[in-house]
């Protein structure tokens, strides 16, 4: 295995009763992967993205393409799915390690109502880039078990998983024990326990690290490691131990390369905005409010969407070669001098820019209104309108600062419609 290059994590900015981390309406899991994996890669490339989750958008559809053409990476970049339970995202890290590739873990994990999935889990996103060269941290060792026994299930379609807690705890704790020590660490500086048991959880919580946002489901180890990456020092040991249907323990020695995330996990954390119970409930499909006096949302239409994949994917741009000026979106002709087919390609989707105008719509129908247009004159060229992500109708203003979010714009005969709106800053 190699090490890890770089990691990000994203967390939703929505809280439910103060700390419970909540995806907006517009997140899915392939969204939060987006954000996540843009922050970790920045201007580097990955041979291969693995994309884990327990929540996927879609079934008999690759949902690691989304990201994979969101990032921008080239053709020749395999990306899959590694979906269905908590230990794909083992799936996904040993891959991307075996690679020099990227293990993108996404979920958002939905509870009943009142549900301790709902109490205690969290809606999140982790990132981790592979490399033989420049490791920020490297896999010394790694062991597994694997054991069969009914633990923690959901059925395909069902809403909230059953589980056996005691049970599982009984089985889970001697595996972690004995796989522990194969991996060569006698007394490891960190030791990081994931598991979607709780009791386990609760148990490892007197005396390792645990995820500090509640249990993530596919993105938990990856929001624990992040954790500990966050303040980790040159030549510190981690054992990081996933006990989900079997037991994995990873090995990893911080170097002296270290190189934190821009925002740490618990700083995202404090950063959230509270979101009130039925709103959240809405947003999950859990409960039917009045639907708008408004005709339905066209289905995204797979040729047109497949002609702007750039666009509509990876927000790119033409730039005019005679004269530079920037068009969002592509075009042949240049608006400004005149001149045809002299377009070069240029991704804006890491551009950051001002607030030009905006407006607040109270009628337009949203599951978050109001609805905020804003006119965005983009850094180095480029001017588009976009939607606001995430509220802030009370704070922007003229001159606003505003980046991009990959987003889910609508949902209409089970097809999803990817593109960018704006974020404050």
């Known amino acids: 295995m190699t090490g890890i290059v ?17 995806a907006s309406f517009d997140e899915d899991s392939t969204t939060l992967g987006v954000a996540a994996a843009q922050a970790a890669l920045g201007d580097r490339s990955a041979d291969a993205l693995y994309f884990a989750s327990t929540a996927p958008a879609y079934l008999d559809k690759t949902n690691a393409t989304a990201i994979h053409a969101a990032l921008g ?33 996404s979920d958002v994990r939905v509870g009943r109502a009142g549900s301790s999935d709902e109490k205690d889990g969290a809606d999140a996103a982790a990132a981790f880039l ?11 060792g790694y062991a597994c078990a694997t054991a069969e026994f009914l633990d923690r299930w959901r059925v395909p379609g069902g809403v909230g998983a059953q589980w056996e807690e005691r049970f599982g705890f009984e089985e889970y704790r001697p595996l972690i024990e004995s796989v522990r020590g194969q991996v060569g660490i006698g007394n490891p500086d960190h030791v990081v326990v994931v598991s979607p048991n709780t009791a386990v959880r609760k148990w490892a919580a007197r005396t390792y690290t645990t995820s500090p946002i509640g249990h993530a489901g596919a993105a938990d180890l990856g929001i624990a490691l992040a954790h500990v990456l966050d303040t980790a020092q040159p030549g510190e040991t981690i054992l990081l131990i ?44 859990l409960i039917e409010q009045d639907p708008p006096r408004r005709p339905e949302p066209d289905r ?58 905006f407006t607040v719509d109270r009628l337009a129908y949203s599951p978050a209104p109001p609805v905020v247009g804003a006119v965005v004159d983009f850094d180095g060229g ?3 309108t976009l939607e606001l992500a995430d509220g802030g109708a009370d704070r922007i203003a003229v001159g606003s600062r505003v980046g991009l979010t990959f987003r889910r714009l609508h949902s209409a005969g089970g097809v999803h419609n990817y593109f960018w709106k704006a974020k404050l800053l």
């Open 130 to 140: 592979f490399g033989s060269g420049d490791t920020i941290a490297d896999i010394v």
């Open 242 to 285: 996933s006990a989900a249907d079997g037991v994995d323990v990873f090995a990893l020695r911080v170097t002296a390369r270290v190189r934190r995330q821009r925002i740490s996990v618990l700083q995202q954390l404090a950063a959230g905005a509270e979101v009130d119970h039925l709103t959240y409930l809405t947003w999950r499909g």
């Open 382 to 384: 480029g001017r588009y």
């Open 73 to 105: 990476l080239p053709p020749g970049t395999f990306a899959a799915d590694v979906a269905g339970s908590a230990r794909s995202a083992v799936a996904a890290f040993r891959s991307a390690s075996a690679t020099d590739g990227m293990a993108v873990l």
């Open 6 to 22: 770089s990691y990000a994590t994203y967390l939703p900015s929505h809280r439910l009763r103060g700390s419970r981390v909540v």
């Open 300 to 357: 995204v239409a797979a040729p047109p969407a497949a002609r702007d994949r750039d666009w509509k994917f990876g927000f790119t741009a033409s730039c005019c070669a005679a004269c530079s000026f920037v068009h969002l979106p592509p075009v042949r002709a240049c608006k400004n001098c005149g001149a045809v087919d002299q377009m070069t390609a240029q991704p804006r989707r890491g551009a950051a820019g001002s607030v030009a105008t």
